[in-house]
C-alpha cells in the first residue's frame, strides 16, 4: 500500500524558515518524481514544485511566488522528499501535500499546516 | 502562469450528468495531452480521478470521464450520486514544464 506522510508543520514568523519532510512507502521512490501542493484556508489548490527522479537528472521546477525561496531536494535512502521553505510570507500559509507523479498527481499524503504569522 | 480557468460551482440532480469546464491556453490545456482531475471532499486529501485527458486510474468509477477540446478541458460525470459532491480541481502540465491547477468547482447535488 502506498503511504506518504508529511511532517514538519508549524508555526513561524515572517521572513522565517521551515522544512517539511515527507516520508514515502509502498513503491519503488527511487523512480518516482515527487511534487509539492499546498492549499491555503479555504482555497484552491496550488502546485508549489516538483523534483524528478535520479536516473532522469533529479532536477527541480517550482511555481513562480515560490521560486528562488523554496527548494525541494529527495534522499532515496531514506525514501523522502523534502521542501526547505525561506523568507515565509504571510501568503505562504496553507496545508502542504507532497504527491507522486510527473504530468499529474496520482497518490497524496495527507498534508502538513504551515501557518506563517507574527 | 495564470490558473486555468474553471466555473466556481455547478450543481444537479441525482441521476442526472454535469460538466465541468477547464480552460486554458494553447501553452497548457490545448498543447499537451497532460490535463488531469482532481476530487476533493472537505477536509480531506484530493483523489486522482482522471489523467492524460480521458483515462481512469483503476478503482475509479466509469461515471467519470475526461475530454479535451482546443483549449477547454472537460469533466462529465454521469449517474449523479450524493457522495460525488466535492470540490474538482484541473490541472495541466505548461509550456514552462511547471504545473497548473484550475481554481476549482464546487459540485452540489440536490
Known amino acids: 500500500e502506498v503511504q506518504m506522510v508529511e511532517s514538519g508543520g508549524g508555526l513561524v514568523k515572517p521572513g522565517g524558515s521551515l522544512r517539511l519532510s515527507c516520508a514515502a512507502s509502498?513503491?519503488?521512490?527511487?523512480?518516482?518524481?515527487m511534487n509539492w501542493v499546498r492549499q491555503a484556508p479555504g482555497k484552491g489548490l496550488e502546485w508549489v514544485g516538483r523534483?524528478?527522479?535520479?536516473?532522469?537528472?533529479?532536477?527541480?521546477d517550482y511555481a513562480a511566488p515560490v521560486k528562488g525561496r523554496f527548494t525541494i531536494s529527495r534522499d532515496d535512502s531514506k525514501n523522502t522528499v523534502y521542501l526547505q521553505m525561506n523568507s515565509l510570507k504571510i501568503e505562504d500559509t496553507a496545508v502542504y501535500y507532497c504527491?507522486?507523479?510527473?504530468?499529474?498527481?496520482?497518490?497524496w499524503g495527507q498534508g502538513t499546516l504551515v501557518t506563517v504569522s507574527s | 502562469q495564470s490558473a486555468l480557468t474553471q466555473p466556481a460551482s455547478v450543481s444537479g440532480s441525482p441521476g442526472q450528468s454535469i460538466t465541468i469546464s477547464c480552460t486554458g491556453t494553447?501553452?497548457?490545456?490545448?498543447?499537451?495531452?497532460?490535463v488531469s482531475w482532481y476530487q476533493q471532499h472537505p477536509g480531506k486529501a484530493p483523489k486522482f480521478m482522471i489523467y492524460?485527458?480521458?483515462n481512469r486510474p483503476s478503482g475509479v468509477s466509469d461515471r467519470f470521464s475526461g475530454s479535451k477540446s482546443g483549449n477547454t478541458a472537460s469533466l462529465t460525470i454521469s449517474g449523479l450520486q450524493a457522495e460525488d459532491e466535492a470540490d474538482y480541481y484541473c490541472?495541466?502540465?505548461?509550456?514552462?514544464?511547471?504545473?497548473?491547477f484550475g481554481g476549482g468547482t464546487k459540485l452540489t447535488v440536490l
Open positions: 490541472v495541466s502540465y505548461t509550456s514552462s514544464t511547471t504545473l497548473v
Open positions: 492524460d485527458v480521458s
Open positions: 509502498g513503491f519503488t521512490f527511487s523512480n518516482a518524481w
Open positions: 504527491s507522486t507523479g510527473g504530468f499529474f498527481f496520482d497518490y
Open positions: 523534483i524528478k527522479s535520479k536516473p532522469v537528472g533529479g532536477t527541480t
Open positions: 494553447s501553452s497548457d490545456v490545448g498543447g499537451y495531452n497532460y
